[in-house]
T-cell receptor, first 116, second 115 residues
Framework: GAGVSQSPRYKVAKRGQDVALRCDPISGHVSLFWYQQALGQGPEFLTYFQNEAQLDKSGLPSDRFFAERPEGSVSTLKIQRTQQEDSAVYLC??????????????FGPGTRLTVL | AQTVTQSQPEMSVQEAETVTLSCTYDTSESDYYLFWYKQPPSRQMILVIRQEAYKQQNATENRFSVNFQKAAKSFSLKISDSQLGDAAMYFCAYSGGGGADGLTFGKGTHLIIQP
């Protein structure tokens, strides 16, 4: 596809369950970002990959959150033992090699996670 | 740490009129980027306009322009000839100048277009 895609678009989990959210970046984009957007708030940075290397994970809120990008393309954000406060929209963004100089990021539609 | 503040939770403008959305930020860096993103109800975040801090000239993109005041750390967005399709949440965002950095967003301004 031409843009960033994310799946699933909606996820409902019971408290304590593990979830996995997938991001397919724009083909060829080297950088990939995850953000968490709570209701009525702006997105907050979680983590950043350049190719397969996770260069910044300073925004991950706890050790229950884990992200990977093993082949430098698709990325998965995993949340273990979900809590109600994890309910949010999770946004993925990617940027090209050229965008390393201006940090233009292209966003996916997001995954809305609801933890009951 | 950098912070971005949008003091207008909601703005309303008549179709074809002009509206200005405010944004202030705090940083100790001298080299950085500022962005305005639009997020329609479908949730896909779209880049509206970008400003490099080292450029004195204000960025413009068709009906969208910014007023970048570096000393005051202010970065407002002006939308001219407002259209119904402009209705959305608008987020101001900051990025450091060291290459690909995570964006720091404000809380957003909900823009309503009155027909």
């Amino acid at each position: 596809g031409a843009g960033v895609s994310q799946s699933p678009r909606y996820k409902v989990a019971k408290r304590g369950q593990d979830v996995a959210l997938r991001c397919d970046p724009i083909s060829g984009h080297v950088s990939l970002f995850w953000y968490q957007q709570a209701l009525g708030q702006g997105p907050e940075f979680l983590t950043y990959f350049q190719n397969e290397a996770q260069l910044d994970k300073s925004g991950l809120p706890s050790d229950r959150f884990f992200a990977e990008r093993p082949e430098g393309s698709v990325s998965t954000l995993k949340i273990q033992r979900t809590q109600q406060e994890d309910s949010a929209v999770y946004l993925c963004a990617s940027s090209s090699q050229e965008s390393l100089f201006n940090n233009e990021q292209f966003f996916g539609p997001g995954t809305r996670l609801t933890v009951l | 740490a950098q912070t971005v503040t949008q003091s207008q939770p909601e703005m309303s403008v008549q179709e074809a009129e002009t509206v200005t959305l405010s944004c202030t930020y705090d940083t100790s860096e001298s080299d950085y980027y500022l962005f305005w993103y639009k997020q329609p109800p479908s949730r896909q975040m779209i880049l509206v306009i970008r400003q490099e801090a080292y450029k004195q000239q204000n960025a413009t993109e068709n009906r969208f322009s910014v007023n970048f005041q570096k000393a005051a750390k202010s970065f407002s967005l002006k939308i001219s000839d407002s259209q119904l399709g402009d209705a959305a949440m608008y987020f101001c965002a900051y990025s450091g100048g060291g290459g690909a950095d995570g964006l720091t967003f404000g809380k957003g301004t909900h823009l309503i277009i009155q027909p």
